[in-house]
């Protein structure tokens, strides 16, 4: 074991002591967090954005480079409904999609205390399902990271079976001519296996923003249709938005 990866398993090791002893009143519980400088409500059996970081180095990235004014928006897998938040201050509509019941009316009660009802719309169901036959200038996805089966609702923001698989293969009919999709990946997952499913369907992914959080490297990764299959781009090249900017924790 070389020192960078012994220094990892450390610092992952005292995170997790730090979690149980001073974190674990925010996890499964309901609490207020401040992401990136804005309010979110999290109810029990919802994923927090703030306290795995992830959903927050997400929302980071956003800006008018990568949701132009008056783009549509679906935020897969919305959780809390943070990156719908978020995404509204641009698109003119944002649907919100989640499989779990408590993460679909957590996101309806930010969408309220945001005063976003009319640009916000929170669905519940599968994946593309809730949106069947629709299609979205801009997907925002925080994916499982973690092959099994998920032990109950809050779980299936950690794990699952085919969850990647699946939302590659039905991407490129949720898309908008010259769309894209943003996917926030973690090192502790199966980023390769990831990579290979949305390059399979015909995916070019480049980097967006990369973070190092010592224990994890979080990366948010540009997908659009190859040129092959891409009808028009109208979207500049992307070299990175707001803070999430290749920095590091």
């Known amino acids: 074991m070389d020192m960078a990866t012994g220094l990892r398993l450390a610092h992952s090791w005292l995170l997790q002591v730090w979690f149980r002893l001073f974190q674990r ?3 499964d519980r309901l609490v207020l967090e401040e992401v990136a400088g804005t309010p979110i409500l999290v109810l029990p059996q919802v994923f927090n954005p703030k306290l795995f970081r992830s959903g927050e180095f997400l929302v980071q990235c956003l800006g008018p480079k990568v949701i132009p004014p008056g783009a549509t ?15 509204a201050r641009w698109a003119d509509h944002v649907v919100a999609v989640d499989i779990n019941p408590e993460a679909v009316r957590c996101a309806r009660i930010n969408a309220l205390l945001h ?7 929170v669905r519940q169901g599968d994946l593309f399902a809730p949106v069947a036959g629709e299609r979205f200038d801009v997907v925002l996805f925080n994916p499982p990271y973690f092959r099994g089966e998920p032990q109950g609702a809050l779980d299936r923001a950690w794990r699952s079976n ?3 698989e699946r939302f590659a293969a039905g991407l490129p009919d949720a898309l908008a001519p010259g769309g894209r999709a943003l996917v926030v990946l973690s090192s502790q997952g199966d980023v390769a ?4 499913a949305f390059q399979a369907y015909g995916f070019q992914v480049e980097t967006l923003a990369e973070r190092d959080l010592i224990n994890e490297v979080l990366v948010v990764y540009n997908l659009t249709p190859s040129r092959d299959t891409a009808r028009r781009a109208p979207f500049p090249p992307l070299t990175g938005e707001g803070e999430g900017e290749r920095s590091e924790a």
């Not at 928006?73 to 995404?87: K, W, Y």
């Not at 296996?193 to 290979?196: E, P, T």
């Open 162 to 164: 085919d969850v990647i």
């Open 193 to 196: 296996g990831a990579l290979a």
């Open 25 to 27: 009143h925010r996890y």
């Open 73 to 87: 928006v679906l935020d897969m897998g919305t959780g809390s409904g943070v990156g719908a938040v978020f995404a």
């Open 115 to 121: 005063r976003l009802e009319g640009k916000v719309e």
